[in-house]
């Protein structure tokens, strides 16, 4: 029998979840070792496999015991199908139990503990509690669960009829059982849920557990705190056991295991590598050895969304940089290398200026105080990103052109930049028409300037426009040539010919 096919229809059908928090309380209840790292994981693997009833040698007489003592009341938690597919012709057999303590005075209030011994009966004298409704044999018997706890057969006269636990382990207990007819064909699988008590009267710990993270992303650090869990008997809690149920099958957390990523005496942090639902069971013990209840609490691990920046697209109503006779262009900061090395001004003018576009500039968009830059945020497969902040900055001088914009619910952006004012501003630079401002501010900068018909020499600066959406983690940039301001310097060709470029100041000129 596949272990990973039985705890498939356990998983299914059998839990019962706690709902997990998400503020964590200051109060610590429980009393934990100072050492960060007190607590030890355990790592009891019994309950991963199914014991058959035909490897037990030891017998326990059904006859031996009162029969007036009480059953346990317990109810199953699943009676669900096995998930393995019937002939037509014949019917799965059913799988039942009854129970009989065997030593009742050593219950608490009722409730098992550590020396009650129990016997499972799927045959206690008048009633088959396992049958198969075709009349087939039942061939075998298939325990789960409590297999280190099981003491041997239960037999009434000379027949099998059931099997003895003892559980020595004071926690929370699964039961599982099933049969298999003569034909191979698995009975629905039985899931009871057992408390066991420690026998010296100590009480049990209570496993409370907080997360603030339910939905991860794949590869996520969860930090599970159990910092507000008690013991009513104020024992210090020493050990902890955590499993991870996916996918049909669980793991028992060691350090080694691939969902482990560190722990302390107040939690543990795992990490979750591929989406789906999963679910933690935690369960602490206290320093004699009694454990809590299980703590299980449901995560739904999503894989990541990527974004990405589509259909960006920048439209600029400066000049059309293909223009390369409207203009004269020159080198600023070449003028201001050449300027002490020769003394005829006019040669050094002839030598930095030209009618054709810069290359640098011309394999850019120029922007100026009129410029819309628009594009979408989503997913390849086309999910918007809607309400995000979009992010549009500008290296300019000695500052930057910073502003934003929100998508809408298709994902779109658009912002439009439509004043000079608006340019300047947005920089944080002083604007006021007219402030005197000295040119030698954009010597080590802005390193293209031109001059014309507008009567002003504009200066210009190789940069690049940033578009950045933050939430989505994604960036996209693209170069630019932007206007770094405009001057009254109708005459600077023939002050560069009589004088020392930017030795006096001009004002800001607004085109606007």
Not at 33 to 47: F, G, K, V
Not at 132 to 152: A, H, K, Q, R
Not at 220 to 227: G, H, I, K, L, Q
Not at 412 to 425: A, D, P, R, V
Request: charged fraction near 20%; hydrophobic fraction near 35%.
């Amino acid at each position: 029998m596949k272990v990973k096919k039985i705890l498939s229809a356990v998983i299914s059908a059998a839990m019962c979840f706690s709902m997990f928090a998400t503020n964590v309380s200051a109060d610590n209840e429980i009393d934990y070792s100072p050492a960060e790292t007190a607590l030890t994981l355990a790592d009891n693997y019994s309950e991963k496999s199914f014991s058959s009833i035909k490897g037990l040698s030891t017998t326990f007489r059904y006859e031996d015991i009162s029969q007036q003592t009480s059953h346990i009341n317990v109810v199953p938690k699943s009676n669900s199908d096995s998930g393995i597919a019937t002939y037509a012709e014949n019917s799965a057999p059913v799988a039942g139990l009854t129970n009989r303590v065997a030593n009742p005075e050593t219950m608490l209030n009722g409730k098992l503990t550590t020396d009650t011994i129990v016997y499972w009966l799927w045959y206690d004298g008048e009633t088959h509690y396992s049958y198969d409704p075709d009349g087939d044999e039942i061939t075998n018997y298939l325990i789960g669960g409590v297999n280190s706890y099981i003491l041997g057969n239960v037999t009434l006269g000379d027949e099998v009829v059931g099997f003895a636990t003892q559980i020595t382990k004071a926690a929370e207990h699964d039961l599982y059982f099933q049969v298999v007819d003569s034909k191979g064909v698995y009975s629905n699988l039985l899931n009871y849920t057992l408390e066991v008590e420690p026998a010296d009267g100590n009480t049990r710990p209570v496993c409370k557990i907080i997360t603030d993270t339910p939905t991860p992303y794949t590869n996520d650090s969860v930090f599970f705190d159990w910092s507000t869990s008690s013991d009513a008997d104020g024992d210090q809690i020493s050990g902890v056991d955590v499993r991870v149920y996916y996918n049909g099958s669980y793991e028992t957390i060691t350090a080694n295991s691939k969902y482990y990523v560190s722990m302390s005496n107040y939690g543990i942090t795992l990490r979750f590598d591929k989406a789906g639902i999963y679910q933690v069971w935690i369960s602490l013990s206290d320093n004699k050895n009694a454990w809590s209840n299980w703590a299980i609490g449901e995560l739904n691990v999503r894989d990541r969304e990527v974004y990405g920046l589509e259909n960006v697209t920048l439209k600029s109503n400066e000049v059309n940089n293909s223009d390369r006779k409207r203009f004269v262009w020159y080198n600023y900061n070449e003028a201001v290398e050449l300027q002490y090395e020769t003394s005829n001004a006019q040669g050094l003018y002839d030598m930095i200026t030209s009618n054709e576009v810069p290359d640098e500039v011309r394999r850019t968009t120029i922007i100026n105080d009129n410029w819309t830059i628009s594009g979408y945020v989503k997913t390849s497969a086309g999910k918007p990103f809607s309400n995000a902040t979009v992010q549009i900055t500008i290296p300019i001088n000695e500052g930057n052109f910073n502003a934003s914009v929100t998508t809408d619910a298709n994902g779109y952006f658009s912002y439009s930049c439509n004043s000079l004012t608006q340019w300047f501003s947005a920089r944080n630079v002083y604007y006021q028409e007219q402030v005197p401002i000295n040119l030698d501010l954009y010597g080590g900068i802005a390193k293209w300037c031109r001059y014309g018909d507008l009567k002003t020499t504009s200066w210009y600066q190789p940069t690049t426009m940033r578009i950045i959406c933050a939430a989505a983690g994604v960036e996209t940039s693209i170069p630019v040539t932007a206007l770094a301001g405009c001057s009254f310097a109708r005459w600077l060709g023939y002050r560069w010919v009589d004088g020392i470029p930017g030795d006096s100041s001009c004002g800001w000129y607004d085109l606007g």
